[in-house]
């Protein structure tokens, strides 16, 4: 995400959740400068977009004043309910559950009583009456635990599902009075320490129309992954990615792993593309920037060649900048992984057959005992949950935090190439699952899996701060800006 998009969406949840209520006046932009860390111009086209979007009012020598009010008639065009297609919207949703529910379980361990302020202001802020502004402020609670694990990454992925545009229509008073009654008993457990889970929530997907047999009853934009689905979902969040740096860190990390070798000739720039989901001008511009280290060489009508040695990538100097927002997008994306996984398990688990496990089985035996170059286990057991879980939406997000994965080998001495004790163990773990999985003991496979990930994201994590990666990392963006 952007800084402007980050700083415009803070301010907007504010301003929606009555944080900053009509009629009050924004900092002046000096101080938003100071605020958010960020230069004048910034901040000032995220007033321009907060104005264009109907929430605040401008003047010249005057503070931008908030005149939010929920308006119908402000709203993005919807598609009609007699055009949705409901498997998509079914999709997304069993994917949103899976993935943000342990989000929010993890961000409610992480409040600390002050925190909890601004939860119980957005839900004492809404209004049984108002159906719009009242489901807009639901979403906004719930956003808010997600976005306590200051993990861009997940706020990203919760946020872009698309979950957050539907408004259901055949809510009523008393489906809502009942709905908020069960928000303040969770809020009221969550304040006094005890156990959210203990809460329960009447099932509401009647109000949406998507029990069997019912048609939609719901309103969505007709651009949102719940109508189009993980075509959508996946453009949402490739958009945001650094391409091209993606693509060299990589290949710098298959030198350093003896995957490339020094003279050999890598893919072509069509190929990359296909490799890296990346157009010509991002593979262009990776390479030329290996080039100016030495790294590589481009031969005219003749292909790319390695001109350099593991031994010499050593000495090459990536701006440290670099370096720490590629260790942040990697350290987010196992953090998101470690969260989710077990979840993502249990799903796929019931449909991996037999014949599958073996292979998987044999593939594990051949890259760790005949073909090593370094750790790659966890990589085989996740291809085959992702292979098996029958939820597009989920691996389109799965399929962003694989690619994000191989930042790994790619973090100047991260990538061990020994099998080292750290390493052997987490290897076993995930022979361990896969044993459970072929006996049919899904329950205890799912625990497993996510045992040996969360294994992975804290040895990492060690040796980042071994490696003084993990302070420079955690400076790549404020996370609490996310929610505070």
């Given at each position: 995400m952007m800084m402007y998009e980050r700083v415009f969406q803070i301010i907007k949840n504010k301003i929606e959740c009555g944080l900053l209520p009509a009629g009050s006046s924004l900092p002046s932009r000096s101080n938003l400068c100071e605020e958010f860390g960020t230069s004048e111009k910034t901040i000032r086209r995220v007033l321009k977009m907060l104005e264009e979007n109907g929430l605040i009012k401008t003047q010249q020598r005057r503070r931008p004043v908030v005149r939010y009010t929920f308006n119908e008639d402000t709203q993005i065009t919807a598609l009609a309910p007699e055009k949705i297609d409901?498997?998509?919207?079914?999709?997304?949703?069993?994917?949103?559950?899976?993935?943000?529910?342990?989000?929010?379980?993890?961000?409610?361990?992480?409040?600390?009583?002050?925190?909890?302020?601004?939860?119980?202001?957005?839900l004492d802020n809404m209004r049984i009456r108002?159906?719009?502004?009242?489901?807009?402020?639901?979403?906004?609670?719930?956003?808010?635990?997600?976005?306590?694990?200051?993990?861009d990454l997940s706020f990203r992925v919760a946020r872009n599902m698309g979950l957050s545009d539907i408004r259901p229509l055949r809510d009523g008073m008393e489906s809502r009075t009942r709905y908020y009654e069960q928000l303040q008993e969770f809020m009221g457990v969550v304040e006094s320490g005890g156990v959210p889970e203990s809460v329960p929530f009447d099932d509401m997907s009647v109000l949406?129309?998507?029990t069997c047999g019912t048609q939609p009853g719901f309103h969505a934009?007709?651009?949102?992954?719940?109508?189009?689905?993980?075509?959508?979902?996946?453009?949402?969040?490739?958009?945001?990615?650094?391409?091209y740096a993606a693509v060299y860190m990589d290949i710098l990390g298959l030198i350093a792993a003896g995957r490339y070798k020094l003279g050999d000739k890598l893919p072509s720039h069509k190929e990359l593309q296909e490799i890296y989901h990346v157009s010509v001008d991002t593979t262009r511009k990776a390479i030329q920037l290996m080039q100016e280290w030495g790294v590589v060489k481009t031969v005219r009508g003749n292909g790319i060649f390695v001109v350099m040695d593991s031994?010499?990538?050593?000495?090459?100097?990536?701006?440290?900048?670099?370096?720490?927002?590629?260790?942040?997008?990697?350290?987010?994306?196992?953090?998101?992984l470690a969260l989710t996984i077990e979840g993502t398990s249990a799903c796929a688990a019931p449909h991996v057959t037999q014949e599958k496990i073996q292979a998987a089985k044999t593939k594990i035996h051949l890259l760790w005992d005949e073909e090593y170059l370094y750790g790659r286990t966890p990589a085989v057991l996740l291809d085959l949950i992702i292979e098996h879980t029958g939820i597009e939406a989920l691996n389109a997000v799965y399929a962003l935090l694989q690619r994000n994965l191989r930042i790994g080998r790619s973090i100047p001495g991260l990538l061990n190439t020994d099998k080292t004790d750290a390493n052997c163990?987490?290897?076993?773990?995930?022979?361990?699952?896969?044993?459970?999985?072929?006996?049919?003991?899904?329950?205890?496979?799912?625990?497993?899996?996510?045992?040996?990930?969360?294994?992975?994201?804290?040895?990492?994590?060690?040796?980042?701060?071994?490696?003084?990666?993990?302070?420079?990392?955690?400076?790549?963006?404020?996370?609490?800006?996310?929610?505070?």
């Amino acid at each position: 995400m952007m800084m402007y998009e980050r700083v415009f969406q803070i301010i907007k949840n504010k301003i929606e959740c009555g944080l900053l209520p009509a009629g009050s006046s924004l900092p002046s932009r000096s101080n938003l400068c100071e605020e958010f860390g960020t230069s004048e111009k910034t901040i000032r086209r995220v007033l321009k977009m907060l104005e264009e979007n109907g929430l605040i009012k401008t003047q010249q020598r005057r503070r931008p004043v908030v005149r939010y009010t929920f308006n119908e008639d402000t709203q993005i065009t919807a598609l009609a309910p007699e055009k949705i297609d409901t498997t998509i919207t079914k999709d997304v949703l069993k994917a949103g559950e899976i993935l943000c529910y342990p989000l929010i379980q993890n961000g409610i361990s992480l409040c600390g009583k002050e925190d909890l302020k601004i939860p119980r202001r957005i839900l004492d802020n809404m209004r049984i009456r108002n159906a719009d502004e009242f489901w807009k402020l639901s979403k906004l609670f719930w956003r808010f635990f997600v976005a306590r694990n200051e993990n861009d990454l997940s706020f990203r992925v919760a946020r872009n599902m698309g979950l957050s545009d539907i408004r259901p229509l055949r809510d009523g008073m008393e489906s809502r009075t009942r709905y908020y009654e069960q928000l303040q008993e969770f809020m009221g457990v969550v304040e006094s320490g005890g156990v959210p889970e203990s809460v329960p929530f009447d099932d509401m997907s009647v109000l949406y129309g998507l029990t069997c047999g019912t048609q939609p009853g719901f309103h969505a934009p007709s651009d949102s992954p719940v109508v189009l689905g993980r075509k959508q979902l996946e453009k949402l969040l490739t958009d945001a990615e650094v391409r091209y740096a993606a693509v060299y860190m990589d290949i710098l990390g298959l030198i350093a792993a003896g995957r490339y070798k020094l003279g050999d000739k890598l893919p072509s720039h069509k190929e990359l593309q296909e490799i890296y989901h990346v157009s010509v001008d991002t593979t262009r511009k990776a390479i030329q920037l290996m080039q100016e280290w030495g790294v590589v060489k481009t031969v005219r009508g003749n292909g790319i060649f390695v001109v350099m040695d593991s031994a010499g990538l050593q000495k090459i100097q990536i701006p440290s900048h670099l370096i720490a927002n590629q260790v942040r997008r990697y350290l987010d994306s196992l953090d998101l992984l470690a969260l989710t996984i077990e979840g993502t398990s249990a799903c796929a688990a019931p449909h991996v057959t037999q014949e599958k496990i073996q292979a998987a089985k044999t593939k594990i035996h051949l890259l760790w005992d005949e073909e090593y170059l370094y750790g790659r286990t966890p990589a085989v057991l996740l291809d085959l949950i992702i292979e098996h879980t029958g939820i597009e939406a989920l691996n389109a997000v799965y399929a962003l935090l694989q690619r994000n994965l191989r930042i790994g080998r790619s973090i100047p001495g991260l990538l061990n190439t020994d099998k080292t004790d750290a390493n052997c163990n987490i290897h076993e773990q995930c022979i361990e699952a896969v044993d459970l999985l072929c006996a049919g003991k899904h329950e205890e496979f799912s625990k497993k899996t996510a045992e040996a990930f969360q294994s992975i994201y804290h040895l990492v994590i060690r040796e980042c701060k071994r490696l003084d990666y993990f302070e420079a990392a955690m400076g790549a963006y404020d996370g609490s800006a996310l929610w505070k």
